[in-house]
């Protein structure tokens, strides 16, 4: 007889995908007061997690079956393990987390049958892209949220969704929140939103456009350096592709748009400055300008050209191109203020 203890087997994803379900469900029967119950059960879970992550990535020494990857990507959705994970990361310890924000990763890309199922399962479940927007407001949990949400937003029907969704206009608020962890984090889903599918971006601005500056003019003046910053260096990033280059004729033709720049251009951060002036720009060289705008320029032009001729990038490989660019800029005010037809 032998006294060794056979090794169990490892699970198949069916069963896997069961036990992954079992045990985020049983942490609904434990209540805080089962304190030992309750670390038990998350055990279970991280057990669990860790198997569904080496399940889909392989353990260093034996490669993950594709067979297996797709089953279990099927068994994930059609089970709603999906939401069960989603709504319990609140409990789930740090490193259980970190394994979901992983596997979510490779989930969200696996193709079955020339369907993405993860994809097909979150576009019938949209109101968990909402669930994963509010948890900026929970920094326990925020940094995970706000990872699985970029790998959400790589795919253009969600980015697009969560663009559209009243949830969208809390990141105005989540941008700058004093945790700077959280707000940076969040900072960079709202890039991703802004920058990741152009055409998309492009039609949201045009459907949305005053609210949406309205309440961006208020991240530009923020007493935040570093949000008036990102804010400033995004804008140009978004508003300049070519998809959205009727959203900046627009933008450059109002006169609210051109004093924000203007009050930019006298910020106390020289990085700040440059970046204002690489959009203040665009206004001036305009061949379309507006009467109201070409009023603006003329009657500060004294201000502007004083501010132009003190701003220099510094010593480098840019700063050529950027002075030419200033001469040009300080001429076409300089003419604009001549206009005989600008006289009340």
Known sequence: MSFFFKQS??????????AIKDSLMALDSKTVAEVKALEKALEEVEKNIVAMRTMLSGDGEVEPSADQIAQLTLEICSDDVISLLFHKLPILGW???????????????????????CL?????????????????DNKEIALTCGHMLRECIKLPTLAKYILESPSFELFFKFVELPNFDVASDAFSTFKDLLTKHATAVSEFLTTHYDEF????????????????????????EFLLESPSSHI????????????VMMTLLKDPSKNIQISAFHIFKVFVANPNKPRDIKVIL????????ALLHDLSPGKGSE??????????IIKEIERVSRLPSLES
Not at 9 to 18: F, G, N, S, V
Not at 213 to 236: C, G
Not at 248 to 259: D, F, T
């Open 248 to 259: 900046m004729k627009r933008y450059i033709a109002e006169v609210r748009h051109l004093k």
């Open 120 to 136: 097909q399962y979150m576009e019938n479940h949209l109101e968990l892209l909402d669930f994963l927007v509010v948890c900026y």
């Open 298 to 305: 003329a009657k500060n032009h004294k201000k502007l050209l």
């Open 213 to 236: 500056f309205d309440q961006y003019e208020k991240l530009l003046a923020s007493p935040n350096y570093v949000t008036r910053r990102q804010s400033l260096k995004l804008l140009s």
């Open 319 to 328: 700063d050529d191109q950027f002075e030419e660019e200033k001469e040009l």
């Open 9 to 18: 087997r490892p699970k198949t994803p069916q069963e896997l995908a069961k």
């Open 95 to 117: 490193e259980t987390r970190k394994n979901v924000v992983h596997c979510w990763s490779i989930l969200l890309k696996q193709k079955v049958d020339s369907v993405f199922c």
